[in-house]
Nanobody
């Protein structure tokens, strides 16, 4: 059983920054790729960023490339999402997810465990 717990969300003005964290338990963390997804009201959940098990490979949605950075600490069983230059359209609930593979993926169906999410609200 894998448990994922996100933290770090909040309210920020446009142009500001936030760092999200996702703490994982229950399995050898370094064997799993991790992803961040987000879901805005009335919209489908979408991929934001992913990172391989070792942390050597990362992948970003075009909408966040150059503004967001995903990283991980396998010693702490934690994955991070550093978000800069936030825009109102980044407002959403952000979820982290685990993929039972070392390889990163942008596909929602490839992830089998999900956290409850943390709210990010960007005001204009």
């Amino acid at each position: 059983q894998v448990q994922l717990t996100e933290s770090g969300g909040g309210l920020v003005q446009a142009g500001g920054s936030l760092r999200l964290s996702c703490a994982a338990s229950g399995r050898t963390f370094s064997s799993d790729a991790m992803g961040w997804f987000r879901q805005a009201p009335g919209k489908e959940r979408e991929f934001v960023a992913g990172i391989s098990g070792s942390g050597s490979s990362t992948y970003y949605a075009d909408s966040v490339k150059g503004r967001f950075t995903i990283s991980r600490s396998n010693a702490k069983n934690t994955v991070y999402l550093q978000m800069y230059s936030l825009k109102p359209e980044d407002t959403a609930v952000y979820h982290c997810a685990r993929r039972r593979s070392v390889h990163v993926s942008s596909q929602l169906v490839d992830y089998d465990y999900w956290g409850q999410g943390t709210q990010v609200t960007v005001s204009s």
